[in-house]
């Protein structure tokens, strides 16, 4: 094959295989050797698509009779030298399905992968999720006080952040929604958990840092951070919170009804740089609620365009015994009133 053809093989992004009428591999694109995790260009099947049969058994193993590969080419072989087939090849660390179409070429034969890009890109989805749900707090606590939350992304990747964890014996919550949807939300919403101060037991001075490294990324003005962060006080049964431009408020319920605790301030974002977040206090009583959630919760729609409502939550609230309950009720609720969500929908809630 000739340099030229190898060069422009190698930069597009569908994948292809060149093999002789002996099946040995002469040639794999950069594309293909990404798709099926191959370390060589050329050789055996086995060397390009890792199957696990040994070097000298390939074509003669007790798998090559089952071979997908192998067969879309003989078929090419016998069949005037086109075939194709949708495959799934069993690997030795995963599975992968393609739909592969042999073209002859001479005395080769070419093998396309028409969906190896999209699949690439899909593994790659698969692999974003998987480190997302790495980000969100353990399900049962431990120690500290208890809580339940509950986390749906509207697409594979999330812009919502639910964080729960201890500073000096206290309980600390935060939730947070970035701008935008998909993979740049995801992007977004990692920032936010690796730029936030976990040591730091102030919520404001917490929102403050994350709000100076903020601006270290140079953004414009259509990327920000919704955040609200409490501190649990047990001892003082006290509730210290601050607010990043939050719309959805903080929700606490105790045996005279429900507060919604609401703070003015503008969210993280290069709009204003230096705006000085503060911490306020409020007081709880043993058996209280505390709810934090996303307006994607307050702010879903039905088919007939009718919004969730925050007087929805606060009634599923006002009927919960405690904080599990609520998230199981509210997550049927919603299940049952959208059908289907348009963004990420995310709360956490606190057996105080």
């Known amino acids: 094959m000739s340099g030229m053809l190898r060069d422009v093989l190698d930069r597009v992004p569908t994948a292809a295989i060149v093999v002789d009428k002996n099946l040995k591999v002469r040639y ?4 293909f050797r990404e798709y099926f995790r191959s370390k060589k260009e050329r050789g055996f099947l086995r060397d390009v698509i890792s199957c696990g049969e040994p070097r000298e058994k390939c074509g003669n193993g007790v798998k090559c009779a089952y071979c997908g590969l192998r067969g879309v080419f003989l078929d090419a072989a016998q069949n005037g030298g086109k075939a194709f087939r949708k495959l799934i090849l069993r690997g030795e660390r995963d599975d992968v399905a393609f739909r592969i179409k042999v073209i002859p070429m001479n005395k080769y034969y070419l093998g396309i992968v028409d969906n190896a890009y999209e699949t690439e890109i899909a593994r790659e989805m698969y692999s974003a999720q998987s480190i997302q749900q790495r980000l969100l707090p353990p399900a049962n606590p431990e120690s500290g006080t208890r809580y339940s939350f509950m986390y749906i992304p509207c697409r594979e990747i999330g812009g919502d952040l639910p964080d729960v964890y201890e500073v000096n014996g206290e309980t600390m919550g935060l939730i947070a929604d970035v701008s935008g949807k998909g993979i740049s939300a995801g992007m977004l919403s990692a920032f936010v958990k690796a730029g936030w101060d976990r040591s730091e037991p102030s919520p404001a001075r917490a929102i403050r840092g994350l709000n100076a490294k903020f601006q270290e990324l140079n953004l414009d003005e259509r990327s920000y951070v919704t955040a609200a ?21 903080l929700l606490l319920k105790s045996a005279l009804g429900i507060d919604e605790i609401v703070m003015n301030s503008p969210p993280v974002s290069t709009w204003i740089p230096d705006f000085e977040y503060d911490d306020r206090v409020i007081g709880y009583s043993k058996g209280d609620i505390l709810v934090m959630l996303t307006d994607g919760v307050t702010e879903s729609k039905n088919g007939r365009g009718e919004q969730f409502s925050l007087e929805r939550v606060e009634g599923i609230l006002q009927k919960s015994e405690n904080a599990e309950r609520f998230i199981e009720r509210l997550k049927a ?20």
Do not use: W
Request: with cysteine.
């Open 28 to 31: 794999t694109n950069r594309a």
């Open 229 to 249: 962060a409490v501190r649990i006080d047990r001892a003082r049964r006290e509730i210290n919170y601050s607010v990043a431009g939050h719309n959805a408020p």
């Open 333 to 352: 609720v919603l299940k049952e009133f959208c059908g289907t969500f348009t963004d990420d929908l995310t709360a956490v809630a606190f057996d105080l």
